[in-house]
């Protein structure tokens, strides 16, 4: 099977430690992975080796290991296998075929903006509906950000 590379960039008018946060956090990760399938979240602490799982309201999804974790710079995840209704697959076909795959963040700063990069592997059959995913999850996050961010800023002092 044919493993193509979804790339994918938004410019999002904040610091990359809002994105960061954004990205990582319960909460708000939530609301943008719900593009991909609806209730979807995400297990993990986000640190370099530690397990993720990725599920959605059917308790099902995929499962990976935090390859790399770099606050407000990077996050690579690496697909190990799958998990269906609950149970954890690391053995079947379907299994076999997305280990290895990577999906990848990166955040660039430049003068209080960042530029939020991502690529993710995926099979030719997926590819078209989890590009139109990515457009609507990388919107979704620039909303919450943007959102965060003006509420800091509008925050008054005493």
């Not at 998990?83 to 003068?111: C, F, M, N, W």
């Amino acid at each position: 099977m044919e493993t193509l590379k979804i790339k994918k960039s938004i410019e999002i008018q904040a610091p990359s430690q809002q994105v960061w946060e954004v990205l990582v956090n319960d909460d708000l990760n939530r609301l943008w992975l719900g593009e991909f399938s609806e209730g979807s979240y995400a297990e993990t602490g986000w640190r370099q080796g530690s397990k993720v799982v990725f599920k959605d309201k059917s308790n099902s999804g995929m499962i990976g290991r935090v390859a790399v974790s770099r606050p407000y710079e990077a996050i690579e995840v690496e697909y190990e296998g799958m998990v269906i209704a609950g149970v954890e697959d690391y053995a079947s076909e379907e299994a076999r075929q997305v280990q290895g795959g990577r999906e990848t963040y990166y955040l660039i700063e430049k003068d209080g903006r960042t530029r939020l990069e991502i690529e993710s592997d995926m099979s030719e059959e997926y590819f078209d509906q989890m590009s139109l995913a990515w457009e609507k999850a990388l919107q979704q996050i620039r909303q919450l950000v943007e959102k965060k961010e003006a509420a800091i800023t509008d925050t008054p002092t005493n």
